[in-house]
């Protein structure tokens, strides 16, 4: 273990689509001070942990990059410092903003039981909750909500929302939710809804009723591109449903495109246009809530597996085993990094070659369903993560209001 692993040990143990189904309810923009949500974004194809949260104060950080190191704070394209150990991707300006307001907890050298590199097995294994792929149908977002307390039920038609072209696995299950997508068709003309508004409108309540929603559904789709660059518009698409009163309490919003076999160094490489998007995605979601309701409100930010320490041969990583996991909100008591940190020796190295792993994604996941949303420890192992004992959920990771 490195020398710090001990201290940060100690902080872990203590610590699609129709123009009608385009269309966001008209919602009422309060909530009761009761409330909390919860937000899961799924990074897919494997985020590079040590690119996102650099460990530039390791001694060996530099060497075991092998040309992809972000350099130290201060430096040129240097890291964000954190905690004089830690820091993290100059391209996430906003979450370390938020580190220093004390509403960011970066998690690192985590990773969910599953240790073989195929993006299926990994990300099915990470959504259903269980140890091994496959191994339960449902996912354990969806069996949380079944055992939220009354209250946090009550009077939602919906308890989740997954803000994705399909229901993604951790949203599927038992419990009443819904799914949202943007249209992958071209949008209403704005000029050709209005001439028919001012036709028609007037003479019929229904025909008015549904060009109004179709006029909504225009400026809803206005400004989302295609690819990674609509995450922003994704996550303030989450933040309308979950303002709402009688809304969901929870979302799972999907980011794709994290699989940097190639290519990941550079300004304007994926992997930087990808970590943009995710800051300006926390970024939009808190402005779309509002500072009352982002004050009740944790997100998840995950991904299937790390990457490889080292640069390969086509200046990328490959498929790895322990990474970072980022836990943002207002509700989250922050400005910590937690890491029970290995080391990154050659000898310390997971199979020789990945971060490894000292953290389980399903510690993280326990707390904030336990601290934050209220679901009681027995569900959790009997339902939510059968079989995950050994998974103890982290403390302290949440503010008490």
């Given at each position: 273990?490195?020398?710090?692993?001990?201290?940060?040990?100690?902080?872990?143990?203590?610590?699609?689509?129709?123009?009608?189904a385009?269309?966001?309810?008209?919602l009422?923009w309060s909530?009761?001070?009761?409330?909390?949500?919860?937000?899961?974004?799924?990074?897919?194809?494997?985020?590079?942990?040590?690119?996102?949260?650099?460990?530039?104060?390791?001694?060996?950080?530099?060497?075991?990059?092998?040309g992809?190191?972000i350099?130290?704070?201060?430096?040129?394209?240097?890291?964000?410092?954190?905690?004089?150990?830690?820091?993290?991707?100059?391209a996430?300006?906003?979450?370390?903003?938020?580190?220093?307001?004390?509403?960011?907890?970066v998690?690192?050298?985590?990773?969910?039981?599953?240790?073989?590199?195929?993006?299926?097995?990994?990300?099915?294994?990470?959504?259903?909750?269980?140890?091994k792929?496959?191994?339960?149908?449902?996912?354990?977002?969806?069996?949380?909500?079944?055992?939220?307390p009354?209250?946090?039920?009550?009077?939602?038609?919906?308890?989740?929302?997954a803000?994705?072209?399909?229901?993604p696995l951790?949203?599927?299950?038992?419990?009443?939710?819904?799914?949202?997508?943007?249209?992958?068709l071209?949008?209403?003309?704005?000029?050709?809804?209005?001439?028919a508004?001012?036709?028609?409108?007037?003479?019929?309540p229904?025909l008015?009723?549904?060009?109004?929603?179709?006029?909504?559904?225009?400026r809803?789709?206005?400004?989302?591109?295609?690819?990674q660059?609509?995450?922003?518009?994704?996550m303030?698409a989450?933040?309308?449903?979950?303002?709402?009163?009688d809304?969901?309490?929870?979302?799972?919003?999907?980011?794709?495109g994290?699989?940097?076999?190639?290519?990941?160094?550079?300004?304007?490489g994926?992997?930087?246009?990808n970590?943009?998007?995710?800051?300006?995605?926390?970024?939009?979601?808190a402005?779309?809530?509002?500072d009352?309701?982002?004050?009740?409100?944790?997100?998840?930010?995950?991904?299937?597996?790390?990457?490889?320490?080292?640069?390969?041969?086509?200046?990328?990583?490959d498929?790895?085993?322990?990474?970072a996991?980022?836990?943002?909100?207002?509700?989250?008591?922050?400005?910590r990094v937690l890491?029970?940190?290995?080391?990154?020796?050659?000898?310390?190295?997971?199979?020789?070659?990945?971060?490894k792993?000292?953290?389980?994604?399903?510690?993280?996941?326990?707390?904030?369903?336990?601290?934050?949303?209220?679901?009681?420890?027995?569900?959790?192992?009997?339902?939510?993560?059968?079989?995950?004992?050994?998974a103890?959920?982290?403390?302290?990771?949440?503010?008490?209001?």
């Open positions: 273990m490195a020398g710090r692993g001990l201290d940060r040990r100690q902080l872990i143990a203590g610590a699609g689509l129709t123009i009608g385009l269309v966001l309810p008209r009422a909530a009761t001070p009761t409330d909390r949500r919860l937000v899961v974004v799924i990074l897919r194809g494997a985020m590079d942990g040590l690119s996102a949260a650099p460990a530039y104060g390791d001694p060996d950080f530099e060497t075991a990059r092998n992809l190191a350099p130290r704070p201060g430096q040129e394209g240097g890291a964000l410092d954190l905690d004089g150990f830690f820091g993290l991707n100059p996430l300006k906003g979450l370390a903003g938020r580190y220093a307001a004390k509403e960011l907890v998690v690192h050298a985590i990773a969910s039981p599953y240790r073989d590199r195929s993006h299926f097995d990994a990300q099915n294994l990470l959504e259903n909750g269980s140890d792929p496959y191994g339960l149908a449902d996912g354990w977002l969806n069996r949380a909500l079944d055992g939220l009354p209250a946090s039920r009550a009077g939602r038609k919906d308890l989740g929302v803000v994705a072209a399909s229901m951790m949203m599927r299950g038992p419990s009443p939710v819904t799914s949202w997508s943007p249209s992958l071209p949008s209403p003309d704005a000029g050709l809804i209005a001439r508004q001012a036709l028609y409108g007037a003479s019929d229904k008015a009723a549904a060009l109004s929603a179709a006029s909504d559904a225009q809803q789709a206005e400004g989302m591109g295609r690819g660059d609509n995450f922003p518009a994704l303030a989450a933040a309308r449903f979950l303002r709402a009163p809304g969901p309490c929870a979302a799972v919003v999907e980011s794709t994290w699989d940097t076999h190639a290519g990941q160094k550079g300004e304007f994926a992997l930087q246009r970590l943009r998007g995710l800051d300006a995605g926390i970024d939009a979601l402005v779309g809530l509002g009352d309701a982002w004050s009740r409100t944790a997100v998840l930010v995950v991904t299937e597996f790390g990457r490889t320490v080292a640069m390969n041969g086509t200046a990328g990583t498929h790895g085993a322990g990474g996991a980022f836990l943002v909100g207002g509700a989250v008591k922050g400005g890491a029970d940190w290995p080391g990154l020796k050659p000898a310390d190295l997971y199979a020789g070659r990945d971060l792993p000292t953290a389980d994604l399903r510690a993280l996941f326990k707390a904030a369903l336990r601290d934050h949303m209220g679901v009681d420890d027995a569900r959790l192992e009997r339902d939510v993560f059968p079989g995950s004992s050994s103890k959920p982290m403390d302290g990771l949440f503010r008490q209001t």
